[in-house]
């Protein structure tokens, strides 16, 4: 039999959702049961891809090639699920597929309308996921009460009218905020938001209420009463710094065993959280510090370097060393120069980006790198920006570039394929999704990786120009890994630096606490001993 768990969230956004759900994914899985999840973005667009990451933070790539919320990286981290473009969909793919199937006049002449034709077509997304797990979390993002988000809830509701009692389960993260002038916590909001959702007709069997400060009994209580919940389902999200602690701060409220209860599902009795515990006791009790530059352009939000940073964190776990961050915009460096935001700094890192500003800012800061002997790692936009640091400095090829950033570059180092200038939708011409690279031996990624064939996600547009290779290699870059169909350089690296490394890849969602990215923990390792 297969469960299924819906999550919402009410009062405001950024609760944590998705971090909330993973951690309940996770508990689950501790129990001996296989997860998996849906996360519904009620946004028009097909998907993140073409959002900018001002707007929607970090694009989460899939194995498959889907570009999809941030939250998916979440429960990949978190959990064994593996997601693929099945795991998000948005009010816009919503749409389209019935819009299309009207069109192809499957919907027989009938008037096609929100419910039942549009909440039919969220139910088939949820209901197509019982192959890939027991037990499937699906997530509502927004807000109760946003009009944008009614369908996904209507079909949610019919969802639990039509199965077992024991089957579903609502779930409802809510804010209990602390107020300072009457120094008390306020259960109103979370009393408001709950009472919206019954207007609709669910009711949340569990609460997790996001506060700053424990909640007493008598708060359990009135939440409890107020929004008629038993006092037990009513669990405590106090504020975290550490992510990862929280499958823990849940499990202690017995957060799993009510679930089980409520699904009727076995527990295991040897279920343990143990991997959790080390993890969390390693981030918490460091034997060293490192400080690891992050020179961007999307610096400003918290949210579009989202894997990159965690994949740092777990960096550090295989080092037993805590990892802070220096966020550098990289328009900065352009005003101001590198050293002010680098001197203090132990390693590099460029994530991704699209389009030229900012660029000149992030090629300065990799130059600052690669002459101060700075651990760098460099990811796609990195790499390309690496590559025309090196050609212009120290091949002396003053004028190089990429047709990304001046589309009229003569020559350009990083380039359109010619097979891509023949496409002309927007889009149609990124790579996208997991890729085989072959290493070369010797390399520091060969021995980071150990393996000779390796498959990284990809998400971009624009490629290395092979005829740079020659007289690159004959300055001391090495090209240490190729997709060998189409001779495609993946990873460069250089000669006479301790850690120099740049992938057209994306190795950072892939990392995962109990699995760090070996090249994100050899990145870290390099960066403690650059201050030994
Ligand atoms: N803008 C570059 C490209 O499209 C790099 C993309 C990225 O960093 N993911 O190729």
């Given at each position: 039999?297969?469960?299924?768990?819906f999550?919402?969230?009410?009062?405001?956004?950024?609760?944590?959702?998705?971090?909330?759900?993973?951690?309940?994914?996770?508990?689950l899985?501790?129990?001996?049961?296989?997860?998996?999840f849906?996360?519904?973005?009620?946004?028009?667009?097909?998907?993140?891809?073409?959002?900018?990451?001002?707007?929607?933070?970090?694009?989460?790539?899939?194995?498959?090639?889907?570009?999809?919320?941030?939250?998916?990286?979440?429960?990949?981290?978190?959990?064994?699920?593996?997601?693929?473009?099945?795991?998000?969909?948005?009010?816009?793919?919503?749409?389209y597929?019935?819009?299309?199937?009207?069109?192809?006049?499957?919907y027989?002449?009938?008037?096609?309308?929100?419910?039942p034709?549009?909440?039919?077509?969220?139910?088939?997304?949820?209901?197509?996921?019982?192959?890939?797990?027991?037990?499937?979390?699906?997530e509502?993002?927004?807000?109760?009460?946003?009009?944008?988000?009614?369908?996904?809830?209507?079909?949610?509701?019919?969802?639990?009218?039509?199965?077992?009692?024991?089957?579903t389960?609502?779930?409802?993260?809510t804010?209990v905020?602390?107020?300072?002038?009457?120094?008390?916590?306020?259960?109103?909001?979370?009393?408001?938001?709950?009472g919206?959702?019954?207007?609709?007709?669910?009711q949340?069997?569990?609460?997790?209420?996001?506060?700053?400060?424990?909640?007493?009994?008598?708060?359990?209580?009135?939440?409890?009463?107020?929004?008629?919940?038993?006092?037990?389902?009513?669990?405590?999200?106090?504020?975290?710094?550490?992510?990862?602690?929280?499958?823990?701060?849940?499990a202690?409220q017995?957060?799993?065993?009510?679930?089980?209860?409520?699904?009727?599902?076995?527990?295991?009795?040897?279920?343990?959280?143990?991997?959790?515990?080390?993890?969390?006791?390693?981030?918490?009790?460091?034997?060293k510090?490192?400080?690891?530059?992050?020179?961007?352009?999307?610096i400003?939000?918290q949210?579009?370097?989202?894997?990159?940073?965690?994949?740092?964190?777990?960096?550090?776990?295989?080092?037993?060393c805590?990892?802070?961050?220096?966020?550098?915009?990289?328009?900065?460096?352009?005003?101001?120069?590198?050293?002010?935001?680098?001197?203090?700094?132990?390693?590099?890192?460029?994530?991704?980006?699209?389009?030229?500003?900012?660029?000149?800012?992030?090629?300065?800061?990799?130059?600052?790198?690669?002459?101060?002997?700075?651990?760098?790692?460099?990811?796609?936009?990195?790499?390309?920006?690496?590559?025309?640091?090196?050609?212009?400095?120290?091949?002396?090829?003053k004028?190089?570039?990429?047709?990304?950033?001046?589309?009229?570059?003569?020559?350009?180092?990083?380039?359109?394929?010619?097979?891509?200038?023949?496409?002309?939708?927007?889009?149609g011409?990124?790579?996208?999704?997991?890729?085989p690279?072959?290493?070369?031996?010797?390399?520091?990624?060969?021995?980071?990786?150990?393996?000779?064939?390796?498959?990284?996600?990809?998400?971009?547009?624009?490629?290395?120009?092979?005829?740079?290779?020659?007289?690159?290699?004959?300055?001391?870059?090495?090209?240490?890994?190729?997709y060998?169909?189409?001779?495609?350089?993946?990873?460069?690296?250089?000669?006479?630096?301790?850690?120099?490394?740049?992938?057209?890849?994306?190795?950072?969602?892939?990392?995962?606490?109990?699995?760090?990215?070996?090249?994100?923990?050899?990145?870290?390792?390099?960066?403690?001993?650059?201050?030994d």
């Amino acid at each position: 039999m297969k469960k299924f768990i819906f999550v919402t969230g009410g009062v405001v956004s950024s609760l944590g959702k998705g971090i909330a759900s993973a951690s309940i994914g996770a508990l689950l899985e501790s129990h001996g049961y296989k997860v998996t999840f849906l996360k519904f973005d009620p946004y028009i667009n097909v998907d993140p891809g073409t959002m900018s990451p001002f707007q929607h933070g970090e694009v989460y790539v899939t194995e498959d090639g889907a570009e999809t919320d941030l939250d998916l990286g979440h429960y990949e981290r978190f959990t064994n699920a593996k997601m693929t473009h099945k795991n998000n969909a948005t009010s816009g793919q919503i749409y389209y597929s019935v819009i299309q199937k009207e069109r192809k006049g499957e919907y027989l002449g009938k008037t096609v309308q929100v419910v039942p034709h549009v909440t039919n077509e969220i139910k088939e997304r949820i209901f197509a996921l019982k192959k890939e797990g027991d037990i499937i979390i699906t997530e509502i993002g927004g807000t109760v009460g946003d009009i944008e988000s009614l369908p996904f809830l209507e079909a949610i509701r019919q969802i639990q009218i039509t199965l077992p009692e024991e089957d579903t389960i609502h779930i409802h993260l809510t804010l209990v905020p602390y107020i300072k002038a009457a120094d008390e916590i306020k259960t109103k909001p979370t009393q408001h938001s709950v009472g919206r959702l019954r207007e609709i007709g669910i009711q949340p069997k569990i609460l997790l209420c996001r506060t700053e400060k424990p909640l007493t009994d008598e708060i359990k209580e009135k939440i409890a009463l107020f929004c008629n919940v038993k006092k037990e389902a009513v669990i405590e999200a106090i504020d975290t710094d550490l992510i990862y602690e929280i499958p823990l701060i849940f499990a202690r409220q017995k957060l799993d065993l009510i679930l089980l209860k409520y699904l009727n599902l076995k527990k295991n009795p040897k279920n343990d959280l143990e991997k959790w515990r080390e993890i969390v006791y390693i981030l918490r009790n460091p034997e060293k510090e490192v400080k690891i530059g992050v020179v961007g352009k999307y610096i400003k939000l918290q949210d579009s370097y989202k894997s990159i940073y965690e994949a740092l964190i777990h960096g550090g776990i295989a080092n037993k060393c805590r990892v802070i961050f220096e966020k550098v915009d990289s328009e900065l460096i352009e005003k101001e120069g590198a050293e002010k935001f680098l001197k203090d700094v132990s390693g590099i890192i460029v994530p991704g980006g699209f389009g030229i500003r900012g660029t000149e800012g992030i090629i300065e800061g990799i130059k600052y790198a690669r002459e101060n002997k700075i651990p760098f790692l460099g990811i796609c936009l990195g790499l390309q920006c690496a590559s025309i640091e090196f050609a212009r400095n120290v091949c002396g090829l003053k004028d190089a570039s990429s047709t990304e950033f001046n589309p009229r570059t003569k020559n350009p180092v990083i380039y359109l394929l010619p097979e891509q200038r023949r496409i002309k939708e927007k889009g149609g011409t990124m790579r996208l999704g997991a890729y085989p690279c072959v290493l070369k031996k010797g390399t520091i990624s060969y021995n980071a990786y150990k393996r000779k064939i390796i498959y990284e996600r990809h998400r971009h547009r624009y490629e290395f120009n092979n005829k740079y290779r020659e007289i690159f290699e004959k300055n001391g870059m090495v090209i240490a890994g190729i997709y060998p169909e189409k001779d495609l350089v993946e990873i460069i690296e250089l000669k006479n630096h301790p850690f120099f490394v740049a992938t057209q890849f994306h190795p950072e969602f892939k990392s995962k606490p109990f699995k760090p990215h070996p090249l994100f923990s050899e990145f870290i390792k390099a960066s403690c001993q650059f201050k030994d």
